[in-house]
């Protein structure tokens, strides 16, 4: 697996180099975050709201590399309990910039997930786990600068000790664009 991340990273490096003249920039966002969980096995589905970012280097028109750092916690728990799962991905984004004011595109991230539940008078237990997310959202341009996230919604597949578990994610929120 280590061995494919670094052949997709020099494919990627390769295709900026080839590509330079039409480099689109970079750009950072910060979104809320809802994600749905249905841990399967007749276990109940729960909800997990918090925030995300992601940080986005276009290499040309089309294709950009992101990496999305997202944070929630578990609503409608019992009195003493809690819970939070972190997700750390990274992958390619394709977008159409068709040079209006919405530019729709879809990604496809790969990367882990950390989830850590507690019940008070005991100690917290976290466990780490293969996440993945494919999907795709729209950005409207508010200034030069400026976007709005208006939606990105993603399926997203962890796998947690044997278990997989198919979860939905929405996110929404601002983006700021520099470079070129």
Known sequence: MRKLFILFGFALLATSVAQAQETRGMEVSGQYQY????????????????AGGTFAANVNRWVGIVGDVGFCKVTGLPTGASSHEINYLFGPRFSYRNY???TPYAQVLFGGERATASVTGFP??????????????????????????????EYLYT?????????????????YRFGK
């Open 100 to 102: 209006g004011r919405v």
């Open 124 to 153: 917290s237990a976290s466990t780490n786990a293969f996440a993945m997310t494919f999907g795709g959202g729209a950005d409207f341009t508010v200034t030069r600068h400026l976007a709005f996230r208006a939606i990105q919604f």
């Open 159 to 175: 796998h947690f000790g044997g278990a997989k578990q198919n979860n939905l994610r929405i996110q929404s929120g601002l983006v």
């Open 35 to 50: 994600v749905r969980i249905s841990p399967g096995q007749g276990a109940p589905s729960a909800n997990c709201q918090g």
